[in-house]
């Protein structure tokens, strides 16, 4: 069974009197375990498709079905508990609260979970460890590298061990190297199976997946593989 499945997904947006087609009819499978990157122009319709494979949105019409379940039809607050339960966020800005410590940060879809104390750190510092900050769980924000805080956000995403992760141009707040470092990372996190989808612009952070999905007018373009990065 496919993690993600759409079928015949079209979404409009009404614009006074004018009816705006950001998808038409996309059908498309991801597996569980598979790192896909989606890219396309602004405007696109790429950061449309994000919404509505984020459960942050609904089709106009067509199915979405995740990990077995139709979501299509969910109002807002079933929408809300897929998304906390199934999917972990990374946006380009980091979003993390300023006067918190990585740990707290890691820690907060947790506290909304209803996680006891004990288990909870117990859960964000082996999130942390994944990232690679042990050794930083007490740094605030404004004390840890741009890299750094990305790897927090990647930590709080993961923290709820959710089917997919899905990250919003996480590199477009880093310099190339530190990009370079993230998108690392992300290859090591889909190596030990986990589900990585990518929004980008940049060709040479969609190389990093293994398949390529090309929007273009509300259409998929092009759904390519891609031959793996040496280790």
Not at 83 to 89: P, S, V
Request: with cysteine.
């Amino acid at each position: 069974m496919s993690l993600i499945r759409l079928e015949k997904i079209s979404r409009r947006y009404q614009m006074g009197t004018e009816t705006v087609h950001a998808l038409r009819e996309i059908s498309v499978e991801i597996q569980r375990g598979e790192y896909v990157a989606i890219m396309g122009p602004s405007g696109s319709g790429k950061s449309t498709l994000m919404n509505l494979v984020g459960c942050l949105d609904s089709p106009s019409s067509g199915r979405y079905e995740l990990n077995g379940t139709d979501v299509s039809q969910m109002d807002d607050n079933q929408l809300a508990e897929v998304r906390n339960r199934e999917i972990g966020f990374v946006f380009q800005t980091f979003n993390l609260l300023p006067r918190s410590n990585a740990l707290h940060n890691v820690e907060l879809p947790l506290i909304y979970g209803g996680m006891g104390a004990e288990e909870r750190r117990r859960t964000a510092l082996e999130s942390l460890a994944q990232v690679g900050l042990a050794d930083r769980v007490h740094h605030k924000p404004n004390e840890l590298s741009g890299g750094q805080r990305q790897r927090v956000a990647v930590a709080r995403a993961l923290v709820n061990k959710p089917s997919i992760l899905l990250a919003d141009e996480p590199t477009g707040n880093l310099d190339s190297k530190t990009g370079t470092e993230i998108m690392a990372l992300f290859e090591d996190l889909a190596r030990k199976g986990n589900t990585i989808i990518v929004v980008t612009h940049e060709e040479e952070i969609a190389r990093h997946a293994r398949r390529i999905l090309r929007i273009r007018d509300g259409l998929i373009a092009s759904d390519e593989a891609v031959a793996a990065l040496a280790p």
